[in-house]
C-alpha cells in the first residue's frame, strides 16, 4: 500500500485534479449527449434517408477529435 502524501503537496495539487475531473465528466457528458442526442433524432425523423444521420455523427466526432487535438498544451516551469 502506497503512503499518503504530505499535506503540502496534497493541497497544490488538489486544484489542478480537481479541474481535471470536472473537464473529463463535462467532455464525457457532451459525447454521451450528442450520442443520444443523434439517437433521438434519428428516431424522429426516420422519414429522412439514414446516411444524412451517419454524416452529421461523424461530423460531430471529427469536430469532437479536432478540438481535441487543437487544445493547447501548457508548460508550467
Given at each position: 500500500?502506497?503512503?499518503p502524501?504530505?499535506?503540502?503537496?496534497?493541497?497544490?495539487?488538489?486544484?489542478t485534479a480537481k479541474?481535471?475531473?470536472v473537464?473529463?465528466?463535462g467532455?464525457f457528458g457532451?459525447?454521451?449527449?450528442?450520442a443520444?442526442g443523434?439517437?433521438l433524432g434519428a428516431?424522429?425523423?426516420?422519414?429522412?434517408?439514414g446516411?444524412l444521420?451517419?454524416?452529421?455523427?461523424?461530423?460531430?466526432v471529427?469536430?469532437?477529435w479536432?478540438?481535441?487535438w487543437?487544445?493547447r498544451?501548457?508548460?508550467?516551469?
Open positions: 500500500m502506497a503512503r502524501l504530505p499535506k503540502d503537496l496534497e493541497d497544490r495539487i488538489a486544484g479541474r481535471a475531473e473537464r473529463s465528466v467532455v457532451f459525447g454521451l449527449g450528442t443520444v443523434f439517437g428516431a424522429i425523423f426516420g422519414a429522412v434517408s446516411s444521420f451517419f454524416m452529421l455523427g461523424a461530423g460531430a471529427g469536430v469532437l479536432f478540438l481535441s487543437k487544445r498544451k501548457t508548460k508550467k516551469k
